[in-house]
């Protein structure tokens, strides 16, 4: 896991200097020290919610952020959706066909967003609970993005 603090301009490297020169001052701040490698200063345009995928998307930034798991989302979403653009009769989705090529045996990889797990529907609910179990007894690599994520909402569109 990764704290990720970008800003434009120096703003982003004066937080990082109050937080470690508050946490040196407060005990109960002192357990950040251990945490420190986790914080990863990136640089973005704006301070606004639409930097995040330019974040996550410059290369510098998932070089440090290629063991998290937010790093592997972004890249299967970006497989899929070249993928999608080149070849897509390799590339299904929704529900009904999902659930066919995870059948056959031909599910590489399940791409599937946090919010089917909250449905209303119990009914709904499990039917992708199954799913994803379905695919992981199938081994295919599966990616549970979060809807509050850039990444998890572009997936739901």
């Known amino acids: 896991k990764a704290l990720l603090v970008?800003?434009?301009?120096f703003v982003a490297d004066e937080f990082l200097a109050y937080v470690w020169a508050q946490a040196a001052k407060r005990e109960e701040l002192k357990v950040l020290f251990p945490h420190r490698p986790k914080f990863v200063r990136c640089k973005a345009s704006s301070g606004f919610r639409h930097a995040v995928r330019e974040v996550l998307s410059d290369p510098e930034t998932?070089?440090?952020l290629a063991h998290t798991r937010a790093a592997a989302e972004v890249a299967a979403l970006d497989r899929f959706l070249v993928m999608l653009g080149k070849d897509p009769d390799r590339a299904v989705y929704g529900h009904a066909h999902v659930r066919a090529a995870c059948n056959y045996g031909a599910l590489d990889a399940l791409l599937i967003s946090d919010e089917?797990?909250?449905?209303?529907n119990a009914t709904t609910r499990r039917q992708y609970v199954d799913?994803?179990?379905?695919?992981?007894?199938?081994?295919?690599?599966?990616?549970?993005?979060?809807?509050?994520?850039?990444?998890g909402e572009q997936l739901g569109q």
């Open 6 to 9: 970008g800003s434009p301009g």
């Open 62 to 64: 998932a070089a440090q």
């Open 116 to 120: 089917l797990f909250r449905a209303q």
């Open 131 to 151: 799913l994803v179990e379905d695919a992981k007894a199938a081994r295919a690599e599966c990616f549970i993005f979060s809807s509050m994520h850039p990444s």
